[in-house]
């Protein structure tokens, strides 16, 4: 990954994200889920997977926290709710670090660290 600025403001529109050098990182993940499109792609169902909770058009079943099926994995977006507003998948995401957040600060309490 790289972190990104949000470019000039010459119109009401900005300019697209602008890349900062120097800032590469990476993040480690079991699973990667591509969040590109309007088209529901089937959610692998596989592995650690298979008990992952779908409607009936193979969209992913959350709670109210963002939270699916599988405790400690959570989604948002398209896959949770179909195509929608971006506004939508920003709430969403929003919702699902705070309740990441809450699940790790709590599992990490009760390990005693």
Same mark, same amino acid.
């Given at each position: =990954?790289?972190r990104t $600025? &949000?470019g000039l =403001?010459e !119109?009401?529109r900005p *300019?697209?994200?602008l %890349?900062?050098?120097? %800032? $590469?990182? $990476?993040?480690?993940?079991d699973v990667?889920? &591509?969040?590109?499109?309007?088209?529901?792609? @089937?959610?692998p169902?596989s592995?650690?997977l #298979?008990d992952?909770?779908?409607?009936?058009?193979?969209?992913i079943i959350v709670d109210?926290?963002? =939270? %699916?099926?599988?405790?400690g994995?959570f989604?948002g977006g /398209?896959?949770? *709710?179909g195509p929608s507003?971006?506004?939508h !998948?920003v709430r /969403?995401a *929003?919702?699902?670090?705070?309740?990441m957040?809450e699940?790790? #600060? #709590?599992?990490r @309490?009760? @390990?005693? !660290?």
């Amino acid at each position: =990954m790289i972190r990104t $600025e &949000l470019g000039l =403001m010459e !119109t009401a529109r900005p *300019r697209p994200f602008l %890349t900062q050098p120097g %800032t $590469e990182f $990476e993040v480690v993940g079991d699973v990667i889920v &591509l969040a590109l499109g309007f088209d529901p792609l @089937a959610c692998p169902h596989s592995g650690d997977l #298979s008990d992952l909770a779908v409607n009936e058009w193979g969209g992913i079943i959350v709670d109210s926290n963002q =939270m %699916t099926s599988i405790p400690g994995v959570f989604a948002g977006g /398209d896959i949770v *709710r179909g195509p929608s507003l971006v506004l939508h !998948t920003v709430r /969403d995401a *929003r919702r699902a670090a705070a309740s990441m957040h809450e699940y790790l #600060s #709590s599992r990490r @309490a009760v @390990a005693g !660290t």
